[in-house]
């Protein structure tokens, strides 16, 4: 079993692993022969496999969130 030590150490790994994962779904995606859609400032933009991209729609811009962090 993992001590609480061990356990915030993996569990501060996570943004990290969920990005990586991220950019590998959209590789996978591209490499496979289909289109990604991304956002990018405040518009729905596809990729095509070969880098091209194609305006989609207008979308609201992000809000930017405050993380709170608790101690419990």
């Known amino acids: 079993m993992l001590n609480d030590k ?3 150490f993996l569990e501060r790994k ?3 692993l969920a990005e990586l ?3 590998k779904a959209y590789l996978e995606a591209l490499a496979s ?3 990604v859609m991304i956002a990018r400032d405040g518009q729905l933009i596809e990729i ?3 880098g091209t ?3 989609f729609k207008e ?3 992000p809000v930017i969130v405050k993380q709170l962090i ?3």
């Open 14 to 16: 996570i943004p990290m």
């Open 33 to 35: 022969g289909s289109t």
């Open 6 to 8: 061990e356990i915030d």
């Open 48 to 50: 095509f496999p070969d």
């Open 70 to 72: 608790f101690n419990i």
């Open 21 to 23: 994962a991220t950019k």
């Open 59 to 61: 979308i609201d811009k």
């Open 53 to 55: 991209e194609k305006f």
